[in-house]
């Protein structure tokens, strides 16, 4: 299966409110369904630096976007990594592929991606996750654990996201 990874243009976001509307009942991403604001403004964010898709067979199948670490993420991730420097991190964030697409290595060349670029800024790469499958992806791929954030809208009886960075051994 052959794909192309490229940045984001406006006219991908009809196709990826679609693609993670579709990966959500298998993955649980994002844990809120539906989502209490446009899906639309879930993938595309003020503060993103970069975001990339893949396609496949000439259909979008992927998104990952790299940003700032802010507000209570940024305290907990300065916190973990003994720092007072914010901008020495780049969050992964909304990391999605289309479940037809799934273990072929589309996730990995979109995170490989988010990855190289926040490290040719000179930023460490760091991510949130829930705790499940997805924490055993990043684990095989060299994430640590580096501590556990409870937000607001996360329910009582889900455990807390994990915080992960990806040292520079990589």
Do not use: C, N
């Not at 990874?5 to 579709?22: C, F, I, N, T, Y």
């Not at 003020?46 to 990339?52: N, P, V």
């Not at 988010?114 to 930023?123: K, L, P, Y």
């Not at 889900?158 to 990806?166: A, G, N, Y």
Request: net charge negative; proline share 9%; charged share 20%.
């Amino acid at each position: 299966m052959a794909f192309a990874l490229r940045p984001r243009v406006d006219s991908d976001v009809p196709a990826l409110v679609e693609v993670l509307g579709a990966q959500q009942p298998t993955s649980g991403y994002p844990h809120r369904w539906p989502l209490p604001f446009p899906v639309a403004d879930f993938i595309v964010r003020d503060d993103q630096d970069r975001a990339w898709v893949v396609e496949v067979d000439g259909r979008v199948a992927g998104h990952v976007a790299v940003g700032p670490v802010t507000g209570e993420e940024a305290t907990a991730f300065l916190h973990a990594i003994g720092t007072d420097d914010a901008s020495a991190l780049a969050l992964v964030a909304v990391l999605f592929v289309d479940p037809s697409v799934k273990g072929r290595g589309v996730g990995g060349a979109l995170l490989d991606a988010a990855v190289e670029w926040a490290r040719s800024q000179g930023r460490l790469p760091v991510l949130d996750v829930l705790q499940g499958a997805a924490v055993d992806v990043y684990r095989h791929r060299g994430w640590q654990v580096i501590g556990e954030l409870r937000p607001d809208w996360l329910p009582d009886a889900v455990p807390p996201m994990l915080l992960m960075s990806l040292p520079h051994q990589q």
